[in-house]
């Protein structure tokens, strides 16, 4: 009886955990498709990295266009590191996770955002400020869905 007990508790942890989804949204095994989040706050735009400047962080490679980048990253990762793991802050308010694009970004009390596209964006900045409120509740408890 307690083989059954034990064997059936161990496949519904592994079930749940192979549900789970990574903390930081990544795409080709990068996080935030391989762009630099550090230059969304220097240069106000999205700029590509490059893996000649890669760091492992939250279990993702990010990406940075320069040394420089990437050492302003090292030294405060959680400073520059997208909220909602760089999944689309919208679908976060709505309680679930959608991948997000670099261009559709914010910048919102010193905090990055992405969302899905930019029309979606668009939706999202219509009531940024309840939506923030909305998806901090939901995080991190979304990527369990």
Known sequence: MKTAFFSSLILSLSISAQCQQPEIYSSSGTAINGYDVVAYFKEGQ??????DFSYEWKGAQWLFSSQGNLATFKSDPEKYA????G????????DHTAPTKP????????????NYNTDVRKMWREKQAE???QGNQNWPGVLDK
């Open 131 to 133: 939506y923030i409120q």
């Open 103 to 114: 261009d559709a970004w914010t910048i919102v009390d010193g905090k990055l955002y992405f």
């Open 46 to 51: 999205p700029v590509e990295g490059s893996k």
């Open 87 to 94: 999944y689309c802050a919208f679908g976060v308010a709505e």
């Open 82 to 85: 997208p909220q909602f793991g």
